[in-house]
């Protein structure tokens, strides 16, 4: 099916769901036939008249596709994912965005707060081995997908922005935010920034290679 403006427009069903984390839920939805998205696009989900836009962590060749999202607290789609029944329908459009990964030109770091995660799960399950990935999180337990992340790059770095917080944390974090990582340790060089996160994230990193790594090239999705 197609909406009038020619996007593609699909239902699926609810297979599972469970947390990542507190607050952050992985769907997992039936692949409806005709589905073909690159890795780091986004589908629009579709239910009860509320939309919202969520980044695959599926491949694209997987016979489900996963979506992980962060809960609203009072939010109405948030609440009606949580108590959806197994087997409810969801309208799905797409897909959508450019945030897909653009090959080796430069050395890629990729750079993600909170469920920003997503997109860089989905490069990593599709194959792509190299780069740098800092996951920028306020808590140890807020690490998602941390296992898949790290076996599949061999530089992978939790960034953990509360000093305090030490229980459960790796022994390669690093105890700042993700743009003090930025700062304080990537060496000089000419790099493919792949930034997906929280807004206020997104600015101070831009200043902040704009300033130190000025020759590179930046890609963005921000995560509002």
């Known amino acids: 099916m197609e909406r009038v403006d020619g996007t593609p427009c699909f239902s699926a069903r609810l297979v599972d769901r469970h947390w990542l984390a507190p607050g952050i839920l992985e769907l997992r939805l039936t692949r409806p036939e005709g589905v073909a998205f690159i890795p780091g696009q986004f589908l629009r989900l579709e239910m009860d008249g509320y939309e919202r836009d969520y980044t695959m962590v599926s491949t694209p060749d997987a016979e489900t596709i996963d979506f992980c999202i962060a809960m609203v607290d009072g939010g109405r789609f948030s609440s009606d994912i949580q108590n959806a029944d197994i087997d409810a329908t969801f309208q799905l459009t797409g897909p959508h965005g450019h945030f897909v990964f653009q090959g080796p030109a430069n050395p890629a770091v ?40 790290q076996s599949a ?12 917080e030490n229980m459960g944390r790796p022994d390669n974090a690093f105890p700042g935010r993700v743009t003090h990582y930025l700062e304080q340790q990537l060496k000089p060089g000419t790099y493919d920034f792949y930034l997906c996160g929280r807004g206020a994230m997104i600015r101070d990193a831009t200043a902040l290679i704009d300033e130190k790594f000025g020759d590179s090239r930046l890609y963005i999705e921000t995560y509002d």
């Open 153 to 164: 790059l061999r530089d992978y770095v939790p960034c953990i922005s509360r000093s305090s």
């Open 110 to 149: 990729f750079v993600a707060t909170g469920t920003g995660v997503a997109p860089f799960v989905a490069f990593c399950r599709s194959g792509v081995g190299t780069g740098l990935l800092l996951h920028g999180v306020g808590t140890p337990g807020r690490l998602i997908y941390r296992d898949i992340l």
